[in-house]
């Protein structure tokens, strides 16, 4: 077995045992209701974000649903026709479990968007830069599903290792920093393409919340990629790296994050619009996270609500651009 296979092997075996781990009973519940929608297309829902790190049920749980293929996903062909544009596809809904109200706001994407979305070739962060993240599977159809996202989803944390590194600091082309530093880069990083502005305290929690994980995927990532050429040398120190990176290299990767970074906010509004297709009553969705955000509550006509992309989008799509909508 080559180093890079190993490095790469022990991520996969950490993030498989991550996967398996259990969730509380309305998030499974809520998950099986999800995958029934979309039916045997689904290959496996993913449970993520801030109700896994809080271990609770209240505020929106975030889901992704991975499917086959998407028209044998949809019942509606319009949702089909969309689900490619700037994947995933985003619904809400709403359910009640033992006399308890349950949310979530959940996306649709294929494997092979997935499988593509967490890859270094991506041209974007939305898939990698969520699934580095600690994740729980849910309603996997078999061996086979289970296998595709142990294999992707450690993808996703090699992808955000080899794209995000370059932002730290350079002195002649050595990048020497913590683990903790590059994790709060990272986010900072991809929740900026995504127009997501979170506080400091915010992003130290993420990484606060499991750092022994982020600290033993990113070791390995950082190995696996300096076996494979990505960097051309590593030490290891204690509680930091040192990363050995040409300086053409260095502008290479840096160029090609700020032009995903464009293309990410691009693809941001794609979503955003199409949205509004598939969300269902996303009016006041939209104003509650925006009010969260801003601080400051946005009252629209009843003409507005009842006709929001005609006679809202003055009001509320320049907030937006400004802000973020998640």
Known sequence: MSASSGYRDSIRERVGHELREPVRPAVAWLAAQIAARHGEAVSGVLFYGSCLRKETEEGVLDFWVIVDDYRSAYTHPIHAFLNPIAPPNVFFLEREFEGQPLRTKYGVISRHAFENGTSLGAWHPYVWAR?????????????????????????????????????????????????????????????????????????????LSDEARYDDVAAFALHHLTATGHFDAISEHPRSFSITVSRNRLVRMRLRWWVMRGYSRLLGLARLLKTAFTFGDWVPYVLWKLERHTGHKIELTPRQREHPLIFAWPIILPILLRRNLR
């Open 131 to 207: 699934f580095a993240q600690p994740a729980r599977l849910l309603s996997c159809r078999d061996d086979e599903a289970r296998t595709f996202f142990e294999a992707s989803i450690s993808q996703a944390i090699i992808t955000l290792v080899g794209r995000l590194v370059c932002h730290l600091p350079n002195r002649g082309g050595l990048l020497r920093f913590s683990l903790p530093a590059f994790w709060q880069e990272a986010f900072r990083r991809t929740y900026d393409s995504e127009r997501r502005p979170e506080t400091e305290d915010t992003i130290r929690n993420h990484y």
